[in-house]
């Protein structure tokens, strides 16, 4: 089975660092900021926990996407037959050209793929030196919010994560049965 991830959010983040994290890639990029270009997709097998004690092992591509505005036009094929999303936000207070984009984001990869609640996860993420919105405002009631900090403990996300995983993997085997 293979499962495609696609992780969303503007510049500066924190989406390659949880990447790496998440697909236990290393965490070597905390240093100097450098931009996604496009598209870096990252290739692991997960074991995913589902309902009645049953395991499945699925071959994740997780699609760490650049977050400058050049790339929104090629949100569409980044999100083309994505089974789920990891949605990292870093809200500052009042600022709203951000929660514009957040906002485009979401219709991008959530709304127009057709996505439950369950298939996407977003997390707030801690920013060292940068304070952001503890509860920020998400255009859909449904979608879990997890806040983060890999700085502390990077447990909480990874657990969030393997939540999200087996919300998806889940509707996959549903949908292969028919």
Not at 5 to 26: P, Q, R, Y
Not at 60 to 76: A, H, Q, R, T
Not at 96 to 118: C, G, H, M, T, W
């Amino acid at each position: 089975m293979k499962t495609k991830i696609v992780c969303i959010g503007s510049e500066k983040v924190g989406k390659t660092v949880m990447c790496n994290f998440l697909a236990d890639n290393g965490m070597d990029s905390m240093g100097e900021y450098k931009p996604t270009v496009n598209v870096r997709i990252l290739e692991f097998s997960m074991k995913v926990s589902l309902p009645g004690n049953r395991e499945v092992t699925t071959d994740v591509e997780l699609w760490d996407c650049g977050g400058s505005n050049k790339y929104d036009g090629n949100w569409p094929c980044m999100g083309y037959k994505a089974d789920g999303v990891l949605w990292l936000l870093c809200q500052q207070d009042g600022d709203e050209d951000n929660k514009a984009k957040q906002l485009r984001i979401f219709k991008s990869f959530v709304k127009d793929a057709r996505l439950k609640p369950s298939q996407v996860l977003v997390m707030n993420n801690v920013i060292p030196g940068v304070q952001s919105d503890p509860d920020p405002k998400l255009p859909e009631a449904k979608l879990r919010c997890v806040q983060t900090d890999l700085q502390s403990s990077g447990e909480e996300a990874r657990e969030a994560f393997k939540r999200l995983m087996a919300h998806v993997v889940h509707i996959q085997l549903k949908a292969q049965q028919g």
